[in-house]
């Protein structure tokens, strides 16, 4: 008789914790939220025309419809990007076969790293050009965009390399909202991030 | 009872120090081989793709000598889409534990170079830098 109570609320236990977890919290949609005359105005990545890494031109709507993981590097960086790098190529592992998922790299050094020498990066990163796109431009655009995925940079001619940045990987769902971020150094927290990917999929199947 | 639980104490020692001894058998070369070069090619050695190589299979592709002159000048060349810094604070003695770190831990070799043989290879491709 004991016994069976015992088991009777091991199940409703299991039960009820597996009901919140499929129940979760959708993702918040982070930064600067403004609500005009009734309506919610969520941070949105502003307004951007950049190159890729096939001299192709790069805007806002090739990427809506898109959810997408943003990083700032630049080639010659002697710290963490190769770190970062190496953590969005397990990213571009996981979801290469998903069609929904971009991955976009900016560089904070243009002058150098040219849609022609990001096109070598790339292809000595052996991946899918139009999966994984290396953004370069005007490099006043390139700094006013970073803003908008909240990645601090400056030149600094005593930092090595020549740039102090960031190096946070962000998620950008497919209305350009940020939806998570992770320190892109940090397997764990890039770990994390995969559960927030899945998640923000999973909203978009289940609408 | 008292017996047994110094027996105990002693044996959770051994496993301990086994542990801790199994960890990297060049400690001084792994620390500096974390702090200067693992950025670029990582703390395991595995690298990133074909930017930055792999130096936990590097046994068969590259020589010793090449090995010890590539971490004091670099690599520079003009088909190298990034170029690896030189080292020029590195004394001949870290030079010499970072080769035994990376040959003997990351790829489990079973040679071990002393000072003398890496400053004899140092020596050389310094005469060879100057002669260009």
Known sequence: MKLSIVYLTLLILTYVSCQSAQTKHPLPKLGHTIIEQGDTIYHTIGQFNLLSQDSVQIGNSDLSGYIYVSDFFFMNCPTICPIVMKQMLRLYKKYEANPSVKLVSHTLDPKRDTPSALKQYANNLEIDHTKWLFLTGDKEHIYDIKDDYFIAAVEDSEAPGGITHSGQIILVDKKGHVRSFAEGTDPMKVEHLMEDIDQLLKEYESN | ?132
């Not at chain 2, 500096?32 to 990582?42: F, I, R, S």
């Not at chain 2, 595995?46 to 000048?73: D, F, H, M, Q, W």
Request: proline content about 3%.
């Open chain 2, 1 to 132: 009872m008292k017996a047994t639980r110094l027996k105990f104490i002693f044996l959770a020692f051994v496993v301990f120090f086994f542990f801790s001894c199994n960890e990297a058998k060049y400690m001084q070369g792994k620390r500096t081989y974390d702090m200067v070069c693992a950025d670029c090619h990582m703390e395991d050695g595995s690298g990133v793709k074909n930017l930055y190589p792999a130096l936990k299979t590097i046994n068969t592709s590259i020589t010793t000598s090449e090995l010890a002159c590539i971490i004091r000048y670099g690599i520079n060349k003009e088909s190298s889409l990034i170029k690896m810094p030189p080292n020029p604070a590195l004394k001949s003695v870290d030079i010499t534990n970072i080769v035994n770190y990376i040959l003997g831990d990351l790829n489990g070799s079973k040679e071990e170079y002393t000072l003398n043989e890496i400053e004899v290879m140092l020596e050389k491709c310094k005469e060879a830098s100057k002669e260009q």
